[in-house]
T-cell receptor, first 116, second 109 residues
Framework: DGGITQSPKYLFRKEGQNVTLSCEQN?????MYWYRQDPGQGLRLIYY???????QKGDIAEGYSVSREKKESFPLTVTSAQKNPTAFYLCASSIPPVFMGYNEQFFGPGTRLTVL | KNEVEQSPQNLTAQEGEFITINCSYS?????LHWLQQHPGGGIVSLFM???GKKKHGRLIATINIQEKHSSLHITASHPRDSAVYICAVSFGGAQKLVFGQGTRLTINP
């Protein structure tokens, strides 16, 4: 089955600790994205990557870091510098628009991070 | 100001009713997306459109480029349609989406 997996579904961490959220896709998509969702707000883009070994900051990148060493994987690290890390985090992937004209994004199931 | 505005924010209806959710955006776009988010949090893409109208089962999405407005309609609504419906727009080669705040739909039996 092709799709996007995120693990774990629920994650608890103590304040001040870094934590890494996993995102894996087997859709052979070049582009991958990380979003954050807070109650009452739309999804906000943290980081995105259009190709392996390249990534760009989104609208709220401060306090986060990513890597894209493999096409299938785009892990997100929430660092202790992130002031309000408790949120729902969604990973997505897409074929870049150069092939489709515009991109449809496929989403993972999400990870709910709670910092205690 | 959010570039994508949805209305209403919350909508409760009885099973069988015709549902309309609206989305307005402020700048030119390459495509508009309608997404569905169930209580567990996972998001599914329902429609992606840049003009006209699309239909899938009981769901219909329309877009008016001149008025910068889109609507999502659900015919013969059912409790399983209860979810948050999200409108998002994409801008050209940036491959980024800007999301609306979502509309929480509850269909009562």
């Amino acid at each position: 089955d092709g799709g996007i997996t995120q693990s774990p579904k629920y994650l608890f961490r103590k304040e001040g600790q870094n934590v890494t959220l996993s995102c894996e896709q087997n859709l052979n998509h070049d582009a991958m994205y990380w979003y954050r969702q807070d109650p009452g707000q739309g999804l906000r883009l943290i980081y995105y990557s259009q190709i392996v070994n390249d990534f760009q900051k989104g609208d709220i990148a401060e306090g986060y870091s990513v890597s894209r060493e493999k096409k299938e994987s785009f892990p997100l690290t929430v660092t202790s510098a992130q002031k309000n890390p408790t949120a729902f985090y969604l990973c997505a992937s897409s074929i870049p628009p150069v092939f489709m004209g515009y991109n449809e994004q496929f989403f993972g199931p999400g990870t709910r991070l709670t910092v205690l | 100001k959010n570039e994508v505005e949805q209305s209403p924010q919350n909508l409760t209806a009885q099973e069988g009713e015709f549902i309309t959710i609206n989305c307005s955006y402020s700048v030119g776009i390459s495509a508009l997306h309608w997404l569905q988010q169930h209580p567990g949090g996972g998001i599914v893409s329902l429609f992606m459109l840049s003009s006209g109208k699309k239909k899938h089962g009981r769901l219909i999405a329309t877009i008016n480029i001149q008025e910068k407005h889109s609507s999502l309609h659900i015919t013969a609504s059912h409790p399983r349609d209860s979810a948050v419906y999200i409108c998002a727009v994409s801008f050209g080669g940036a491959q980024k989406l800007v999301f609306g705040q979502g509309t929480r739909l509850t269909i009562n039996p």
